[in-house]
């Protein structure tokens, strides 16, 4: 059984940095690519950005493009995205998900089928 948990939400000023992590137990991490999804009030869970398995590539939705960078530690079973240059717009719940094959990379919803309870990040303005 898969489990993702996430951490390092909090409340932070426009312009600030945040950290998240994602401790992944349950799969075979280092086959499987990772994705981080967010979900703002009233508005559907989005994607955020993607690492393939061995970090060789990587994706991101454009707005967070240059601003949010994903990296994993295979060793560690971990999965980060660091936020810089944080907007009030990216204030959201948070999830780190992983998809239901190993050795893919989807970005949709429906590519992934494990996911964390999700962990807060508001930006104030």
Do not use: H
């Amino acid at each position: 059984q898969v489990q993702l948990v996430e951490s390092g939400g909090r409340l932070v000023q426009a312009g600030g940095s945040l950290r998240l992590s994602c401790a992944a137990s349950g799969l075979t991490f280092s086959r499987y690519a990772l994705g981080w999804f967010r979900q703002a009030p009233g508005k559907e869970r989005m994607f955020v950005a993607a690492i393939s398995w061995i970090s060789t590539t990587t994706y991101y939705e454009d707005s967070v493009k240059g601003r949010f960078t994903i990296s994993r530690d295979n060793d560690k079973n971990m999965v980060y995205l660091q936020m810089n240059t944080l907007k009030p717009e990216d204030t959201a719940v948070y999830y780190c998900a992983a998809p239901k094959w190993p050795l893919r990379v989807g970005l949709g919803l429906a590519d992934f089928d494990s996911w964390g309870q999700g962990t807060q990040v508001t930006v104030s303005s």
